[in-house]
């Protein structure tokens, strides 16, 4: 399992590669479910220039550690990676990785949308939207759909 809070940019997909060479697990698993979230220049409004994400380091580990390990728990998972952007991003760049391998698609597709829904409800980060004249503080996520 890896857990990892980025200051920089990471390129999700050679994230997730990596990982799954680093497990060694090849034919031991018949599925990786993976989400990749990226900044949209929309939200409540148009036109966001930027995306300043900020956390509480320490706590917002051990949440995503908690949630990590309530998806191992409930499903029958090999391994997981959930990799989170802090810091300024902008439109396009990739905000949020998770991933999970498992025997079956059906565990490996429930527990990557039960992953990425708890940490978009229960993992604390804070989001500010810059436009073009001002910035404003992110009340609540957009609902899941």
Known sequence: MRIAILGSSF???TEVSAHERAMNAAGKFG???????STREFNLQD???ALTLEHYPGMTERYLKLIADEAMQRWPLLDLL???RVGELHPGDPIV???VWSAHRG???DSCRYVMEELKSRAPFWKKETFE?????VD???EAG
């Open 140 to 142: 609540k996520n957009t």
């Open 47 to 49: 036109g966001i220039h």
């Open 11 to 13: 390129e999700p997909y």
């Open 133 to 137: 004249n001002h910035a404003s503080w």
């Open 82 to 84: 959930i990799l989170h």
């Open 107 to 109: 565990a490996a597709f």
């Open 31 to 37: 599925a990786c479910a993976t989400f990749i979230g």
């Open 97 to 99: 990785a998770v991933a």
